[in-house]
């Protein structure tokens, strides 16, 4: 099975350990999946927009993090989950279908491969999520060479990078944020030129 484009390699970390439980669920079983764009810098950046003129326009306006609704698209044991086994993660398929990423390109949605993705049981909900406590509006710099700077150019900025890179963005997320909010949050981006 296709891991997604909007799948990237650091992209099954989970949310701290839940108490609650999803039990079994069955292949087109309708659930939410607590989507973050990026969890390292190098993650593919796919963001999910309410119209293309969204995504086409400068500055780009989306969701880079938040509640998504979406499909189970292979039954799932909870009794057989392991967090070391990426196969027995909750499958599922976004049923957002409008989703770009900075260089203003449109994620081929046709092909349902490129919305497919595996979760942590702990982001993945039955019942339309409340209100976010915390929503964020993030200002992400707009050239996809950006991260590279921050690589060799660190003294400047220091190893999290500038904060509209997505290094940084990436560190105040996965270590700030999340940690604090679980999935309590969302965040709405801009992106710049």
């Known amino acids: 099975m296709s891991s997604g484009a909007l799948a990237g390699k650091h992209n099954h970390h989970h949310a701290a350990k839940s108490n609650s439980s999803i039990g079994d669920l069955k292949a087109g079983t309708k659930v939410w999946v607590f989507y973050q764009m990026q969890k390292s ?3 593919p950046a796919w963001f999910a927009v309410d119209t293309h003129v969204q ?3 400068r500055p780009q ?3 880079s ?3 998504q609704p979406a ?3 292979k039954d799932f044991k909870e009794s057989e989950f392991n967090p070391a086994k990426h196969d027995t993660y909750v499958k599922v398929r976004y049923e957002h279908r409008i989703w770009f990423d900075r260089e203003q390109d449109v994620l081929n949605t046709t092909d349902t491969r490129n919305i497919e993705q595996a979760y942590y049981p702990a982001d993945v909900r039955l019942t339309e999520p409340p209100k976010p406590s915390l929503s964020l509006f993030v200002v992400r710099w707009g050239n996809p060479n950006f991260g590279t700077v921050n690589d060799y150019d660190w003294q400047s900025w220091g190893e999290a990078g500038s904060n509209v890179s997505d290094t940084y963005i990436c560190h105040m997320m996965q270590k700030g944020i999340r940690k604090v909010a679980k999935n309590d949050y969302e965040v709405s981006h801009f992106v710049v030129l």
């Open 61 to 63: 306006i989306g969701w």
């Open 55 to 57: 995504g086409y326009n």
């Open 65 to 67: 993090d938040r509640w």
């Open 41 to 43: 810098p190098h993650d």
């Open 71 to 73: 499909v189970v698209i």
